[in-house]
């Protein structure tokens, strides 16, 4: 791995060194559905992106046009400024799969052995096994491989041609706690060597904990680009609760930095963008008792960007894009 | 630490695409280790073939009757090798359907093997075994000492067999692009024992009545049957028995390579 990220995290303005995926207006529509609707994402090289959604937001779709699986309908996408296809047969590329793609006869040692046979430079079989964490389950036929230690041989063949980028689709479905820590763990050494990863997940704690960079996907669409702190920020605010016997919605929408008023009998919720005013106001000009400030996380930045509602629907389409900024911007105010 | 542009450039010239499409011998070694580690494989290939020679070539009644330039023993063995290298070289070419179903196909797309080292590799692997199973029951014939033949027939017939035997890897690929994993083997069994019996491998088609024998004339192995046999009996070629092998190679090539085109671009 020659090439690695420039302490700035950006390549010299004057380079040339393209980057690792650039899609633009990339559709992909199967009979009725859009499942992939125009987008556009450039990944830098030495970047960590989580595509984050919810199932069926175009992930997948996404992901195997970028791997040449599948032509969009229209848009281009390069790797490495070319074609899938070709940065696949230079090794620059490799993906692990949500499921399938393993041999049940083969034994681990042997499916990565094969694999490695195919391309023109690659790792030791035996190295990529031990990286993965695998090695000594080598000579298990990999039928008999719990999910985890499949995933993990997936991963050890993706290591093979000691890829630029490497992408990861749903990589942790249906493993237990611990087969999904010490995939990230593994994944998260051999990333720091400089390698790019994009992975797809719908784990907002994944996304969170591995990725530098959030791209949020919906409905095919981006809906918000970020790290995770402007994520969480896009929804961003606290909510105020306090106990105020006999108090009136219509009243307290005035109150310094209130967006969002609810009362529950003698309790009300103030979902407010500057929690402090909200706070001295209830406590200085009111008779609220019992008050507590709490953020809201990352989980509801998600259900807020990609919900199904109404409401939520109106949210992001103004946070498209930009939405990110803007929103950190108000975060900062708080 | 920085990598320039220039280092780039030179990392991906260093990546170079492997030699001829991906094809190479340790990834033909692991697939000819496969189809053997398949039981049932093994068994209908390499045991069958000798056991039903053991039982149908070495009858007393009729085993030493001279017949062309050899005898009824070794026309059973002919016979019975392209019995066995038929059914190797359909099973070798059928595993495609397994590998399909287990998302294989699609895992290798994702290295630099081209479609056509794919096949060849599948073509490789069933010449291997349909080797194995030709020669086993050759050296049941040759160590039971009842097939007589004159020393270069022995080995024009076995290569025929050999040679002969890739229509039907071609077979087992457009029959693994076609079926679905789950009960290709049952079929392609089911599927060749009755082109077995339609191509006179185990009872001369002359036995069944007319219209029957005139049917068996337009099935597949029954071409190949006869001509594999030719040398040893002596006799001309028919023209009609050429006829059969090609208009057969073409359908079976023809449509494996249609299916295969349809599977690697499915978008």
């Known amino acids: 791995m020659t090439v690695t990220r420039t302490d700035s995290g950006t390549w010299p303005a004057s380079g040339t060194v393209p980057p690792a995926i650039e899609l633009a207006g990339v559709r992909k529509h199967f009979g009725q559905v859009r499942a992939v609707d125009g987008i556009d994402m450039t990944v830098a090289s030495g970047e960590i992106v989580a595509f984050l959604g919810p199932n069926g937001a175009g992930k997948t779709s996404t992901i195997d046009i970028v791997l040449g699986l599948s032509r969009p309908d229209s848009g281009s996408v390069s790797v490495y400024g070319m074609a899938p296809r070709r940065a696949i047969a230079h090794g620059l590329i490799s993906a692990v799969m949500q499921t399938g793609g393993l041999l049940k006869d083969l034994t681990v040692y042997e499916t990565v052995e094969y694999t490695a046979s195919l391309f023109a430079h690659s790792q030791s079989p035996r190295e990529a096994l031990s990286r993965a964490g695998i090695a000594e389950i080598a000579d298990r036929r990999v039928g008999k491989c719990s999910g985890g230690e499949q995933q993990r041989l997936r991963f050890a063949m993706a290591l093979m041609p000691d890829p630029e980028l490497l992408v990861l689709d749903e990589p942790t479905t249906g493993m237990d706690v611990e087969g999904r820590r010490n995939f990230w763990s593994a994944i998260r050494k051999d990333a720091e060597q400089g390698r790019t990863v994009l992975f797809a997940t719908h784990y907002l704690e994944e996304a969170d904990a591995y990725a530098d960079r959030i791209v949020l996907v919906r409905h095919g669409k981006i809906v918000a680009d970020g790290t995770a702190s402007e994520i969480k920020a896009m929804a961003a605010g606290r909510t105020v609760r306090a106990t105020l016997p006999g108090a009136a919605e219509a009243d307290l929408r005035d109150v310094p930095g209130a967006e969002v008023v609810e009362v529950r009998g003698e309790t009300v919720l103030i979902h407010s963008k500057d929690s402090d005013a909200t706070a001295r106001y209830l406590l200085t000009q009111t008779a609220a008792r019992d008050l507590e400030v709490t953020a809201r996380g990352i989980e509801d930045a998600f259900i807020a960007l990609t919900g199904d509602d109404t409401h939520s629907a109106a949210t992001h389409s103004a946070g498209t894009g930009t939405a990110a900024t803007d929103s950190a911007a108000s975060a900062g105010a708080i | ?267």
């Open chain 2, 1 to 267: 630490m920085s990598t320039t542009p220039s280092a780039f450039a030179a990392d991906l010239a260093a990546r170079r695409m492997p030699p001829a499409g991906g094809f190479n011998l340790t990834a033909l070694r692991l697939e000819i280790r496969r189809l053997l580690r398949n039981r049932r494989t093994v068994i209908i290939t390499i045991i069958f073939p000798v056991f039903f020679f053991l039982i149908f070539g070495l009858n007393k009644a009729y085993a030493s009757d001279k017949i062309g330039h050899g005898n009824e023993a070794a026309f059973i063995m002919v016979s019975l090798g392209l019995y066995g290298a038929v059914f190797a070289a359909t099973s070798a070419g059928a595993m495609v359907s397994i590998e399909r179903a287990q998302g294989w196909s699609r895992q290798l797309r994702l290295t630099p093997l081209s479609p056509v080292a794919y096949i060849l590799m599948k073509v490789l692997t069933a010449l291997v075994l349909g080797a194995g199973s030709v020669a086993v029951v050759f050296i049941a014939g040759a160590l039971t000492n009842k097939a007589s033949m004159p020393a270069y027939l022995w080995v024009v017939s076995g290569l025929s067999v050999w040679v002969g035997s890739l229509l039907f890897a071609a077979f087992g690929l457009l029959m693994g692009f076609l079926l679905p994993a789950e009960n290709v083997i049952q079929l392609m069994s089911l599927m060749l024992t009755l082109l077995s019996f339609a191509g006179g491998l185990f009872i001369p088609i002359s036995q069944f009545p007319q219209t029957v024998q005139d049917i068996c004339k337009w099935t597949p192995l029954y071409g190949l049957n006869q001509l594999v046999h030719t040398p040893l009996l002596g006799t001309g070629v028919d023209w009609t028995w050429v006829v059969n092998v090609l208009a057969w190679l073409v359908i079976f090539v023809g449509g494996a390579a249609l299916r295969f085109r349809q599977d690697t671009s499915r978008v």
